[in-house]
């Protein structure tokens, strides 16, 4: 959904004006999206002098497919620049400690207006538009608090009523969508409708062709689904898992709550219909086979 009447705010990474943040503070476990294990607070051997990346152009060849599909929200850049003022932990180990803290709970918070900000453009969802912002306003001003007011944050108590206001707007929109004429024909589902619910086990289900317009897939597990060419209009995806889904000539530009680490993780082609805020994955320049 495009984010055309919300608020300003950059919720993408920009990795130039970070310091490395999610190469060093998060951990990783040796996996296939891993070449070898890192605790969290321990430097990426990958990481340069200028905090980027040693092996960048190669990451998905070198076994960091992980690194490739993974998103800050841009919290990186605002905890390098503004929450610590531009200060290092590589120069400072009281900066060092505090800030690998609150990366992540900054991380939780621009992930949360990613979808808020999505809302709020909703026009279905005009009803509920005020409070939205409001909520808006409120995990702004968490994310952009002093280090010692983050680390003090009750993040569930903030997330919970803006999750509720989230259901709330997705059910509306999801209503308008399926309540227009369908675009075109559309393949027999090959499962029971009744699969199609919130944390469904989807696990390589094959869904192309299907209509499944204003389906309710929150944190539904599609690794490996095949929804080549399914209609994902109003399809409520926050949470879902798309690792290696096929979405070759799928329709989501108008998705509801896609991200980008969602879209980075499944397999597409230049037929893939993707929302205008998000970019189109370079490995999916050849059509998938």
């Known amino acids: 959904m495009a984010p055309s009447s919300a608020p ?33 607070g321990e430097e990426c051997v990958n990481l340069d002098d200028g905090f980027g990346c040693r092996i960048h152009p190669q990451l998905r060849e070198r076994g960091f497919k992980g690194c490739t599909v993974f998103d800050c929200f841009g919290a990186g850049q605002l905890v390098t620049r503004h929450t610590f003022d531009g200060r290092s932990w590589r120069d400072n180990a ?14 939780q918070l621009h992930e949360l ?10 026009p279905a969802a005009a009803s509920i538009r005020a409070t939205l912002r409001a909520s808006w306003d409120a995990v702004t001003s968490a994310a952009d608090a002093e280090p010692a007011l983050i680390l003090a944050l009750d993040v569930d108590e903030l997330r919970a009523p803006a999750a509720a206001l989230l259901r709330e707007a997705a059910r509306l929109t999801r209503e308008a969508a399926t ?50 060419s399914a209609d994902l209009t109003a399809a409520e995806l926050i949470g879902a898992d798309l690792r290696d889904a096929r979405l070759d000539g799928a329709d989501l ?15 597409g ?13 370079s490995h999916w320049h050849h059509p998938s086979r």
């Open 269 to 281: 082609d230049e037929t893939t219909r993707l929302p205008a805020a998000l970019m189109r994955p």
């Open 94 to 107: 009281g900066v060092r400690t505090e800030m690998f803290a609150v990366f992540p709970i900054v991380r």
């Open 179 to 228: 309540a227009e004429p369908t675009g075109g024909t559309h393949t027999p589902l090959r499962i029971k409708r009744s699969r199609l619910a919130p944390g469904a086990d989807l696990l390589g289900a094959d869904l192309r062709g299907a209509d499944l317009r204003g389906a309710e897939l929150r944190g539904a597990l599609l690794i490996g689904a095949d929804l080549r």
């Open 8 to 40: 300003e705010r950059t919720l993408a990474a920009d990795c130039a004006s970070c310091s490395g943040l999610c190469c060093v503070a998060l951990a990783f476990a040796r996996s296939a999206d891993f070449a070898f294990d890192k605790p969290a």
């Open 253 to 267: 530009h108008r998705a509801i709550y896609l991200t980008q680490p969602q879209v980075d993780a499944a397999r």
């Open 113 to 122: 207006l990613w979808y808020l900000r999505e809302a709020i453009a909703m």
